[in-house]
């Protein structure tokens, strides 16, 4: 055993605290058997209650890989629920446990086993790698879309940060519940599930792993769907809890990452789909949203987010890009109204590219082909 590198490896565990001691992990007794090698292997059991954030044992595990002498290969920590029997342990340096998802320890408790969940029909996440892309406006405006083409469609808010499918459908009431099922609402004919539905507006959403996915699968057993073609999932941005809790949980399809043309909203998105390709969730193509203005009097272009961000972010993930929508004025006061685009503007341009958004979809995700002409002009 190295003593200076032992030393050194619990300082830099003594400097991170859990938030729900308001302590230290060392001085909390919550790392038992460390133990360092002298060729920089440091192995140690984490007792992680289920209620303490999931995310202190990779701050373990990055704070450990950062001392001086320890190889990045070499830390194996033992995951154990102080109230249960046995830990999860590394079957091999930088190998997650059985069971361990996301490639990191800690991700408590265990993931179950994909729910099929057939009356569901074709489940389709839509993603961004960051907020303020549009991604809720692209979710809300294929949902109706599909939905007005003669489908069956599902919506749920899985932004359980942000839920912002309430304000952009105008429903805002508690769903009732009958016969232990939680009633969908029904807006512009696309059955709605939110958090927003059941929380106060101005509730600040403080969320942990566990309670994400127990959200997330309450919005998919307990809520009286019906049988769908299309079950649309909004979700945050990012790569966190709610993605993870949702590959959990059900069968997805696919996924449409949302992107605008600028680098660092391309950056962020690119994150986003590796996500799902690792957790092997196909990627069904790229939506550039706020593609560029067009004006109607001159006809001139205005590119004011750059331009050619989904085009290079779609080919950099091998996938097409399934559609441009322009930057369109009013489109976000019709959102705060209760009104998607493809509803109250049709035939313009920002919703004919959505409506064709929609026909794409049902081609790449295979489902059941209906024209669309209801929705031209």
């Known amino acids: 055993m190295s003593e200076p590198l032992l030393g050194r490896v619990t300082a830099a565990l003594a400097r991170l605290r859990n938030p729900r001691l308001d302590n230290d992990l060392i001085s909390a ?22 209620a303490d954030p999931a995310t202190l044992v990779r701050e373990a595990r990055a704070a450990v890989r950062a001392v001086e002498g320890v190889r990045a290969d070499g830390v194996r920590i033992s995951v154990q629920d102080p109230s249960g029997p046995a830990p999860t342990t590394h079957a091999a340096p930088g190998a997650p446990p059985s069971g361990q998802t996301h490639g990191e320890a800690g991700m408590v408790p265990p993931p179950p086993s994909p729910v099929e969940y057939p009356e569901l029909g074709r489940i389709i996440a839509v993603s961004s790698g960051k907020g303020g892309v549009g991604k809720s406006t692209v979710a809300a405006n294929l949902a109706v879309a599909l939905a007005r083409a003669g489908h069956a469609v599902g919506l749920m808010d899985a932004d359980i940060y942000g839920p912002n499918i309430p304000r952009m459908f105008g429903v805002f009431e508690k769903p009732p519940v009958e016969q232990g099922k939680i009633q969908p609402h029904l807006a512009h004919g696309v059955k709605l599930m939110s958090l927003g539905f059941l929380i106060d507006r101005d509730a600040a959403a403080i969320w942990r792993g566990p309670i994400i ?13 019906g049988q769908l073609d299309y079950f649309i999932i909004d979700l945050p941005p990012g790569t966190g809890d709610a993605q993870l809790s949702l590959v959990q949980s059900c069968h997805v399809a696919g996924a449409l990452i949302v992107t605008t043309p600028q680098e660092v909203a391309v950056g962020d998105a690119l994150r986003g789909a590796r996500m799902f390709e690792k957790v092997n969730v196909p990627v069904f193509g790229v939506v550039e949203n706020m593609s560029g203005f067009t004006d109607p009097e001159t006809g001139k272009r205005f590119d004011l987010f750059g331009r050619g961000g989904g085009q290079r972010l779609a080919e950099e993930l091998g996938v097409p ?57």
Do not use: C, H, N, Y
Not at 213 to 225: T, Y
Not at 347 to 358: E, R
């Open 321 to 377: 890009l399934l559609a441009q929508v322009p930057l369109q004025p009013g489109v976000v006061e019709l959102a705060d109204r209760g009104q998607p685009v493809v509803v109250a503007e049709p035939g313009s341009p920002a919703s004919q590219v959505l409506i064709a958004l929609a026909e794409r979809v049902v081609q790449v995700a295979g489902g059941r082909s209906i024209p669309l002409p209801i929705l031209r002009g």
């Open 29 to 50: 007794g919550m790392i038992r058997d460390l133990e360092v090698t002298a060729d920089g292997g440091v192995t140690f059991t984490f007792l992680l209650g289920r």
């Open 213 to 225: 996915m127990k959200i997330v699968q309450q919005f998919l057993r307990d809520v009286a769907w």
